[in-house]
């Protein structure tokens, strides 16, 4: 028992100590670009809403974390949010999103995916 924990106190102090070929994982920020979903065309009487998007976040990444990342404040944008519904994580709804601001928020490695969103058709 004695020699288990001699052997954690050594592992987890070599663990800590930094050495000149360890990188710090924050100060080397992972490319990320999350899925698109639901972006085929779909059927009539339904059509793609321009710019209108669905957003899922992983858990436990905040709105104001997304924020951050994004580098824009999204409340101007979202339309909804769905707490009630995923109460674990972050869901909105969002318009008015151009292509720069979409590759952003796909870029924010807390964003789980990205959907477009749907609506009615206009008849012919």
């Not at 050495?19 to 059927?43: F, G, H, W």
């Not at 992983?58 to 997304?66: A, K, R």
């Amino acid at each position: 028992m004695l020699r288990t924990i001699y052997l954690l106190a050594i592992i987890a102090t070599a663990a800590s100590c930094q050495t000149e070929n360890q990188i710090v994982l924050s100060d080397c920020p992972q490319e990320c670009k999350a899925p698109m979903r639901y972006c085929e065309e779909p059927e009539d009487p339904f059509e793609i809403v321009p710019g209108s998007f669905i957003v899922y976040l992983i858990p436990g990444h905040s709105l104001e974390q997304h924020n951050q990342a994004v580098g824009t404040n999204m409340g101007p944008y979202i339309t909804g949010i769905f707490s009630i519904v995923y109460p674990d994580k972050v869901v909105y709804t969002c318009e008015g999103v151009n292509d720069d601001l979409l590759v952003a928020i796909r870029k924010d490695c807390g964003v789980e995916w990205v959907g477009c969103d749907h609506g009615p058709g206009i008849p012919e």
